[in-house]
């Protein structure tokens, strides 16, 4: 079973920041956070990910409490295209602890961008 | 840099019959992987691999076999398809932290 809780559906305005959250109030201290987005019925697409820190890069900005138990993914200027399901999942990095890293893909949150 | 690449697309089997999935990437990756998505969930992990000639098992792994002879090529094979095996199948390769996915096959067991 997936280790987050995701909200399952959330609309935004074309322009407006898209603001995802995500629990995990299990997560260890060697697992990272990532995102991941499904457009449609394409493949998986990274977005971030991070480890304690905030984290940005062109795509989204990653904000994670600091006591780790939950974390935003912030999409700072939501367009028609950011329309998605977005996964939140933790996952160590490989071969930590005997883990390969897999990643456990809950059903996400339906993110509507609206014109 | 195609990235990774699947064959075929879609394609419809009938009850019983076998098939191979081919998934390649052009990246370097030792890490790889097979998920299948049903309609509406997440992505289950069916077998992995962390480079040539060593593969594991993921969380659904009954039905499926596969190989991993070279770095670039991880091919799922169905044997004796089954009516549950209905899915879209989605083949990974990992780079140090994010994978990166194919654009899928969709298979359809009648």
């Known amino acids: 079973d997936a280790k987050t809780t995701q909200p399952t559906s959330m609309d935004c305005a074309e322009g407006r920041a898209a603001n995802l959250p995500c629990n995990h109030s299990t997560i260890s201290g060697n697992e990272y956070v990532y995102w991941y987005r499904q457009i449609h019925s394409q493949g998986p697409q990274y977005i971030i990910h991070?480890?304690?820190n905030n984290e940005t890069n062109e795509m989204a900005s990653l904000i994670i409490t600091e006591d780790r138990k939950s974390s935003t993914l912030i999409l700072p200027h939501a367009t028609l295209r950011d329309t998605a399901v977005y996964y939140c999942?933790?996952?160590?990095?490989?071969?930590?602890?005997?883990?390969?890293?897999?990643?456990?893909f809950g059903k996400g949150t339906k993110l509507s961008v609206k014109p | 840099n195609a990235g990774v690449t699947q064959t075929p697309k879609f394609r419809i089997l009938k009850i019983g019959q076998s098939m191979t999935l081919q998934c390649t990437q052009d990246?370097?990756?030792?890490?790889m992987y097979w998920y299948r998505q049903d309609p509406g969930m997440g992505l289950k992990l069916i077998y992995y691999s962390v480079g040539a000639g060593i593969t594991d098992k993921g969380e659904v792994p009954n039905g499926y076999n596969v190989s991993r002879s070279t770095t670039e090529d991880f091919p799922l094979r169905l044997e004796l398809a089954a009516p549950s095996q209905t899915s879209v199948y989605f083949c990974a390769s990992k780079a140090v932290y994010e994978q990166y996915f194919g654009p899928g096959t969709r298979l359809t067991v009648t």
């Open positions: 990246m370097n990756h030792n890490y």
């Open positions: 991070g480890l304690k």
């Open positions: 999942i933790v996952s160590p990095l490989m071969n930590y602890g005997g883990s390969q890293g897999n990643l456990i």
